[in-house]
């Protein structure tokens, strides 16, 4: 109050100082104790740290590796990113370039080339850059899609930078729906060139990242229609932008879409070809031709694999889910810590906000997420690069469950995880909401990842339909994957041993099998009462997205209790104990939290359930020591997690008060707008003000 304290100008920042008069009635300094507190936290953790940070990094050479790229990164002045939340569109998105072309030149000059290496440093800025997808989607078209002739042509400028291309799918009617993609690629024999057009409004392409002024070229996929038939989705290299002077080719109609959410950083863009003409090499023509004469051929499974761009964004966005989690979680669970609220009693000190069972109960089984995410991202790249591989041979058996798999944990992770994200947000009280904790910005940037690359309903539904297809197997007496393996597995839950990952599995299975083969017969029950097929499923839609929610989950639990239990003799007992609590964590706390299932198909009973609740609390208790350090083996930097209220050392209330000081509307004690608008308004003489 202004009797207790005053203000006092120093080096042109505020400063609260105590009345003389005034006799501190807290017996702790809380702006001064957050450093004790997590110092505290970490001694008390029972395991080491650094051992869980090497593992989610796949070895400790690649934790030295990526610190070193983070160290160089976050001491270079010239990437610095403090002021970017103050920043205006215009300003942030010119930082965004400056920031691409330090890093580029960076990597350059240091001669990094290995691609783990180069993600390393790229990760080092924490925004949406315009290069992005040059890297992330343009490069990954050309090598999966071109031949080795166009690998050859165009690599070398892509990967010199000499050219910057993005990924133009979406359409301004079209996005996951990719078959009813407008816009066309017509062969004109006589040129051997395809002649691209924007033939409605509804098929000028949006949203794609880099687009709108930064990219010269795009991989654009079209209609390819050749001696007048529609052959489907097909892939072009087209070029946008002159590399003289950066002006939009002939026939090209470019810009930024405006502000977003988020991605201030981003120039997400609008494309319309009008009669532009490209040569007829510029088709990616790895599994589909069309020769001199307008002749069309395809390879067995080309269809398919136009699409493996997609797929391998999906896998990575299940790592993206994990990171951004982490993030999230690593804020939380610090300022948890720091944070006080409450006194239980006179003379006690305020209550720490991770005490709190209720806190507890919202934020460790996310901890727990966010480590199965990370180790299941590890499985679905692994299962890509395995995919990928026989495919190159000529084997596509694979590939039916790994795209089913890939949209639907796409869809599983990413909802959780953005979930999540606001879940940590309103953890942190109002704090939460400035942009000082990072959270605006991160859960901005991430959330748009629940309809980008798939609208998550839509990818549930595509798991759904092979799904179905895996029950008409069983019922034909085929093989089925490991995945999908509880589809015949009639066995009933024997045991309670809660913490038992068989048994965990063996729950989680049943519920999926339930799930699934119940919206398998009532859709065939449909079509056999007379319904069109299109009609049933979507008669069914809701308990089929059920079906395929209720597999990603089962994998998810498998995946989770398998990297675990291959931890079990390679770490220290400390390691794999906190491990395998989160793990049992993260598989029961998703039945008590949706039990209905378990209930409904008689897998548990409610006598089942109210001990199951009783072990998640157990569990809360014993990972509440752990969760410092926990999110510590996270490893992320303090520059790179951008949050005044997830710093490691926990002076939380110091910065946060500095950084309100550099906001611009503190660069004049007296605003602009001043004498035109408040000063009439004071004195009550509202003609004086000039509206």
């Not at 007048?228 to 810009?255: A, C, T, W, Y």
């Not at 199965?372 to 499985?379: I, T, W």
């Not at 079906?547 to 994998?555: E, F, I, L, W």
Request: glycine share 8%.
């Amino acid at each position: 109050t202004r009797e207790r304290q005053r203000l006092t100008r120093r080096c042109g920042t505020y400063k609260f100082v105590p009345h003389a008069s005034c006799a501190m009635s807290q017996a702790i300094d809380l702006s001064r104790e957050g450093p004790r507190l997590l110092a505290r936290e970490r001694a008390a953790a029972s395991f080491r740290s650094e051992w869980i940070t090497n593992m989610l990094d796949g070895g400790a050479e690649h934790t030295e590796c990526k610190r070193h790229a983070w160290s160089v990164m976050c001491n270079d002045p010239e990437l610095d990113q403090s002021d970017l939340p103050f920043l205006g569109r215009q300003e942030a998105f010119t930082r965004a370039l400056k920031l691409s072309s330090v890093l580029l030149q960076r990597l350059q000059q240091r001669n990094i080339t290995d691609s783990m290496e180069r993600r390393y440093y790229r990760r080092a800025i924490a925004y949406e850059l315009p290069i992005d997808l040059h890297t992330t989607m343009f490069i990954p078209t050309i090598q999966g899609l071109g031949t080795d002739r166009q690998i050859a042509q165009w690599m070398p400028l892509a990967e010199k930078y000499q050219i910057l291309g993005t990924y133009a799918q979406t359409e301004l009617g079209h996005g996951t729906y990719i078959r009813g993609i407008e816009t066309t690629a017509t062969y004109d024999p006589k040129s051997q060139e395809f002649v691209i057009n924007s033939p409605t409004l509804t098929s000028t392409k949006w949203w794609p990242g880099g687009m709108g002024k930064a990219s010269t070229h795009a991989v654009v996929m079209a209609r390819l229609i050749t001696r007048g038939k529609d052959h489907g989705i097909h892939p072009f290299i087209v070029q946008l932008r002159s590399l003289e002077n950066h002006m939009p080719m002939k026939g090209i109609s470019v810009g930024d879409i405006g502000p977003k959410m988020g991605y201030d950083t981003s120039d997400n863009g609008f494309l319309q070809l009008a009669n532009v003409r490209i040569p007829r090499d510029q088709m990616l023509m790895r599994f589909s031709k069309v020769a001199s004469d307008g002749t069309y051929s395809q390879q067995a499974g080309g269809e398919k694999l136009v699409y493996g761009t997609m797929v391998n964004v999906r896998v990575y966005l299940v790592k993206y889910s994990a990171m951004a989690l982490s993030k999230a979680l690593t804020i939380a669970i610090r300022y948890s810590v720091v944070r006080r609220q409450s006194s239980p009693s006179d003379g006690l000190p305020e209550t720490q906000l991770l005490d709190y069972q209720a806190q507890q109960y919202k934020l460790l089984p996310l901890l727990s997420t966010a480590y199965g995410f990370a180790m299941l991202s590890k499985y679905m790249v692994d299962a890509y690069e395995k995919a990928v591989d026989q495919m190159s041979r000529g084997d596509f058996s694979s590939l039916p469950e790994l795209h089913a798999t890939s949209a639907g944990l796409k869809a599983f992770s990413t909802t959780i995880a953005s979930e999540g994200i606001e879940v940590c947000r309103k953890c942190c009280g109002g704090h939460g909401y400035s942009k000082a904790s990072g959270f605006p910005t991160l859960y901005a940037d991430f959330t748009p990842s629940q309809t980008y690359e798939g609208d998550n309903t839509v990818l549930y539904l595509q798991t759904a339909r092979f799904l179905v297809k895996c029950c008409a197997k069983v019922q034909l007496g085929g093989e089925l994957q490991d995945n999908v393996a509880y589809l015949k597995d009639s066995s009933t839950l024997m045991r309670r041993d809660w913490l038992h990952s068989d048994v965990q599995l063996r729950i989680y299975g049943q519920r999926a099998k339930q799930v699934t083969i119940q919206a398998a017969l009532r859709l065939q029950s449909l079509i056999d009462g007379g319904q069109q097929p299109h009609e049933a499923w979507n008669a069914c839609s809701v308990q089929l997205v059920a079906s395929a929610k209720a597999h990603c989950h089962y994998v998810a639990v498998q995946k989770y209790a398998e990297a675990v239990g291959k931890l079990q003799n390679k770490s220290s007992f400390g390691e794999y104990r906190v491990l395998k609590i989160m793990s049992d964590l993260f598989a029961l706390h998703g039945i008590v939290e949706s039990p209905g299932d378990f209930l409904e198909y008689g897998i548990l009973t409610s006598t089942d359930l109210i001990e199951l609740r009783l072990q998640v609390l157990n569990l809360l208790k014993a990972l509440r020591p752990e969760a410092v350090a926990l999110v510590d083996a996270f490893d992320i930097p303090d520059k790179m997690l951008g949050s005044v209220l997830g710093r490691y050392d926990g002076d939380v209330y110091t910065h946060l008060y500095k950084w309100a000081q550099q906001s611009p509307l503190n660069k004049t004690e007296v605003i602009d707008g001043y004498d035109t608008y408040l000063k009439p308004m004071f004195r009550g003489d509202f003609a004086q003000s000039k509206l």
